[in-house]
């Protein structure tokens, strides 16, 4: 025989040969071959043995509050207003005592949430491993995909979903303009003159169930579209009409490329032909022409200044003709122009060289 004490907030499970026999509340007992099992009641119950067997003693079923999750359920187990456990599929058991227990039963069997769970609770860590989530931007939309088919279109924002056996996917497309670059594409033109052109082009899409869900892959297919855009309009001109309408080619192919991003959902807002790069002995060609063209409107110059100095000479030549004076003045200025040249003039003669020079520079009284 020996005694056992039941303390408070305790309760005692009596056990005769492994089988159960009674409980035990708060007290003193003497037992005679048997054994007890000293539980907290403070604490959720773990019992060693089949739970139903047990619970076939009602003042035990009494005791305790049970609580069944299915297999597509979870349980969450608050303790005094607080979440403290996930409960997932089986049967749990927790003594009713001091102790504020209430239980919220959730079927995950679907990914939605219902209305009822609010965001603070899926955040909390304990939920992790059964909530899945994702954040669409304000600058992104996205579509939702669940077991491959399309469900519905997502806003800016996060989203949650129950985890489960559900395959669920988003996709998601960045809706502020983009810029496209064309760089390095080799084209013939109309006189098979080999150019490389390098272009951009603006674009943001603006139906993203059709960007997604009716094109895989919609950018690399704009810059396909835009490839082509360019060489069906360059390869249908000449060299020189190229350069001659090099403004003229972004708007057509711009008009181009349009019509064919529309089928991705994508908008193009712009497009502009950055270089055209002319093969090295072409561009040697073009800078002969172009010296060649320099030196001709030079020499058109040259021969303008010519004819207009000329012309100058042949109407002071008729004033000079008519006017006696001013052919003196003439000689005076060509004298003065040839003396600015001599820094000494040594005269030896006789008297006629003075009659000689009045001769020169005074007026003729005829």
Same mark, same amino acid.
């Given at each position: 025989?020996?005694?056992?004490?039941?303390?408070?907030?305790?309760?005692?499970?009596?056990?005769?040969?492994? +089988?159960?026999?009674?409980?035990?509340?708060?007290?003193?007992?003497?037992?005679?071959?048997?054994?007890?099992?000293?539980?907290?009641?403070?604490t959720?119950?773990?019992?060693?043995?089949?739970?139903?067997?047990?619970?076939?003693?009602?003042?035990l079923?009494?005791?305790?509050?049970? =609580?069944?999750?299915?297999?597509?359920?979870?349980?969450?187990?608050?303790?005094?207003?607080?979440?403290?456990?996930?409960?997932?599929?089986?049967?749990?058991? &927790?003594?009713?005592?001091?102790?504020? &227990?209430?239980f919220?039963?959730i079927?995950?069997?679907?990914?939605?949430?219902?209305?009822?769970?609010? %965001?603070?609770?899926?955040?909390?860590?304990?939920?992790?491993?059964?909530?899945?989530?994702? =954040? =669409?931007?304000?600058?992104?939309? +996205?579509?939702?995909?669940?077991?491959?088919?399309?469900?519905?279109?997502?806003?800016?924002?996060?989203?949650y979903?129950?985890?489960?056996?559900?395959?669920?996917? =988003?996709?998601?497309?960045?809706?502020?303009?983009?810029?496209?670059?064309?760089?390095?594409?080799?084209?013939?033109?109309?006189?098979? +003159?080999?150019?490389?052109?390098?272009?951009?082009?603006?674009?943001?899409?603006?139906?993203?169930?059709?960007?997604?869900?009716?094109?895989?892959?919609?950018? *690399?297919?704009?810059?396909?579209?835009?490839?082509?855009?360019? %060489?069906? &309009?360059?390869?249908?001109?000449?060299?020189?009409?190229?350069?001659d309408?090099?403004?003229?080619?972004?708007?057509?192919?711009?008009?181009?490329?349009?019509?064919?991003?529309?089928?991705?959902?994508?908008?193009?807002?712009?497009?502009?032909? %950055?270089?055209?790069?002319?093969?090295?002995?072409?561009?040697?060609?073009?800078?002969?022409?172009?010296?060649?063209?320099?030196?001709?409107?030079?020499?058109?110059?040259?021969?303008?200044?010519?004819?207009?100095?000329? %012309?100058?000479?042949?109407?002071?030549? *008729?004033?000079?003709?008519?006017?006696?004076?001013?052919?003196?003045l003439?000689?005076?200025? &060509?004298?003065?122009?040839?003396a600015?040249?001599?820094?000494?003039?040594?005269?030896?003669?006789?008297?006629?060289?003075?009659?000689?020079?009045?001769?020169?520079?005074?007026?003729?009284? *005829?």
């Amino acid at each position: 025989m020996k005694q056992v004490k039941v303390n408070p907030y305790q309760v005692g499970l009596v056990f005769k040969d492994g +089988a159960y026999r009674r409980m035990l509340r708060e007290g003193k007992y003497w037992l005679w071959n048997e054994d007890v099992k000293l539980y907290d009641t403070t604490t959720p119950f773990n019992p060693s043995v089949e739970l139903n067997i047990l619970l076939q003693d009602s003042a035990l079923a009494d005791a305790l509050e049970i =609580v069944e999750v299915k297999d597509t359920e979870i349980a969450l187990m608050y303790q005094d207003g607080l979440l403290k456990q996930v409960l997932t599929a089986g049967r749990h058991a &927790y003594w009713k005592s001091v102790m504020q &227990y209430r239980f919220v039963k959730i079927d995950i069997s679907t990914p939605f949430i219902g209305a009822d769970i609010d %965001r603070s609770t899926l955040q909390n860590p304990l939920l992790g491993p059964w909530v899945r989530n994702t =954040v =669409v931007e304000s600058y992104e939309k +996205a579509i939702l995909l669940i077991d491959g088919r399309y469900t519905q279109m997502l806003e800016p924002g996060v989203h949650y979903w129950w985890k489960n056996k559900t395959v669920l996917n =988003v996709a998601k497309v960045d809706t502020r303009q983009q810029q496209l670059e064309i760089n390095g594409q080799e084209i013939l033109t109309k006189d098979k +003159a080999a150019i490389r052109v390098n272009a951009w082009a603006q674009y943001v899409v603006v139906d993203i169930e059709k960007a997604l869900l009716q094109n895989k892959e919609y950018d *690399k297919q704009l810059y396909v579209a835009a490839q082509l855009a360019l %060489r069906g &309009y360059i390869a249908g001109y000449s060299l020189n009409e190229l350069l001659d309408k090099k403004e003229a080619l972004a708007p057509a192919i711009l008009a181009r490329l349009q019509a064919e991003a529309a089928k991705l959902g994508v908008q193009v807002n712009g497009l502009d032909i %950055r270089d055209i790069i002319l093969p090295g002995d072409v561009k040697d060609i073009m800078s002969q022409v172009l010296v060649a063209e320099k030196k001709a409107q030079a020499n058109i110059i040259m021969r303008r200044e010519e004819t207009a100095s000329t %012309r100058s000479l042949l109407n002071t030549a *008729k004033l000079m003709e008519d006017n006696a004076m001013l052919w003196k003045l003439k000689e005076m200025e &060509y004298v003065e122009k040839i003396a600015d040249k001599i820094s000494n003039i040594s005269v030896s003669s006789n008297g006629a060289l003075i009659e000689q020079l009045r001769g020169l520079f005074a007026p003729s009284n *005829k």
